[in-house]
């Protein structure tokens, strides 16, 4: 069950078929970008947001959002909407763990982010050694949505996903 | 046609595609990897933020034109952005004066058109808010950074603050599709914003240990199409692809 978007039940095993193409670990659904999935009048009508506006990701999901129904014998029409806003607290527990465990520390609260991303706080853990001495490199990693973290105990560079309110 | 609002998106997306082209042309040559990566992120940022102000336009145009015509198929007088995002890329401390001048502006501006009556505009300026947050928490650091670094990059930033500071009071001046956007409840009246803005400017620069420069004569032209040299060497790069090899799509 997610709780903050209106998907049709039966749809939920065929989104779940498609997964971020540049953090596979994730299903779409995972990330918290549909929005909106039901049947209207034998079509599958279906609302996504982009997690930023850039990001080169979404003409891919949306191309595989299309295909995974016609698949499975839906007539589908995509729609991009904007509002509201994208935020990672859509990101589900799940999801939260498997990127943890793909290697990229999961975001944090939005204050605690502010005093990571700032250095005032050691809070971000290292998703090699689970070390929380960990130091920001770069506000911006490899991706839009993530920042680029060092562990100072096993001097592993990660990925951080920035938090987004 | 609502012409009115399509020129005043154009006002508001072209500050946007010309800063995000800008930073686009660090991609492989930033001073080090991570500024590198930051740099052509911030550039995305803005060219999706475009994306969204452009095919709203499009839309509004209503002639057939699609949000790559209009984004590369102008002219160089037909694009009204700010004299400052154009300036090119010279050091580092030019390229971060010019990104943290526009980015106190662009936050200011954005949390106002966030309250517009048109809805497609506020739900981009909610959606970019987010992402400026970021451009202003990089850019203000290397301010402060480099101002409060060595002799040497202090000297580097004070000089590019100097010479950008010309470029910073034509943000504030209103144009005609501006004041009819302001009566209808759709735009954001900049002259508002002047106060606040070089407030926040003061502040980080004086943290950074710079100073104020002061200055009674300031450059404006952008905003009726009137250009630093500058621009057409930027839109003979950005447009190339698409005067060259005509229709082309991505």
Known sequence: MIEHADIDTELLPILDQVSDPEIPVLTILDMGVVRYAKIVDDEVMIKLTPTYSGCPAMDVITDDVEAAFEKAGYKVNIDLVLTPAWTTDWISEEGRDALEKYGIAPPLEADADKDALLGNKKIVKCTNCGSQNTKLVSQFGSTACKALFQCEDCQEPFDYFKCLK | ?250
Request: charged share 25%; glycine share 6%.
């Open chain 2, 1 to 250: 046609m609502k012409e009115n609002l399509y020129k005043y998106i154009l006002g508001v997306a072209d500050n946007s595609l010309i800063l995000g082209q800008r930073m686009g042309e660090l991609c492989g040559h930033g001073p080090s990897l991570e500024t590198d990566i930051a740099c052509t992120n911030i550039s995305l940022d803005l060219f999706g933020q475009v994306r969204s102000y452009y095919q709203y336009a499009a839309k509004i145009a209503g002639d057939g034109r699609t949000e790559d015509d209009i984004a590369m198929l102008r002219k160089e007088h037909e694009y009204v952005n700010v004299l400052l995002v154009e300036q090119p890329n010279t050091d580092f401390a030019y390229i971060m004066a010019r990104q943290f001048l526009f980015d106190v502006y662009h936050l200011l501006f954005l949390q106002e058109l966030e309250k517009s009556k048109d809805l497609t505009l506020s739900a981009i300026a909610k959606k970019s808010i987010k992402e400026v947050s970021y451009h202003q928490r990089f850019s203000s650091d290397w301010i402060k950074r480099l101002g409060d670094g060595t002799d040497e990059s202090h000297k580097k930033m004070q000089d590019a603050i100097d010479d950008l500071w010309t470029y910073t009071d034509e943000l504030f001046h209103k144009t005609e599709a501006d004041k009819a956007m302001v009566k209808e409840g759709i735009g954001v009246d900049v002259t508002n914003l002047k106060d606040n803005y070089y407030q926040i400017i003061i502040s980080v620069l004086e943290e950074a240990t710079l100073s104020i420069p002061e200055l009674k004569y300031f450059q404006k032209g952008g905003k009726q199409g009137i250009h630093t040299e500058h621009l057409g060497y930027l839109l003979s790069d950005l447009q190339y692809m698409q005067r060259t090899y005509p229709n082309m799509e991505w």
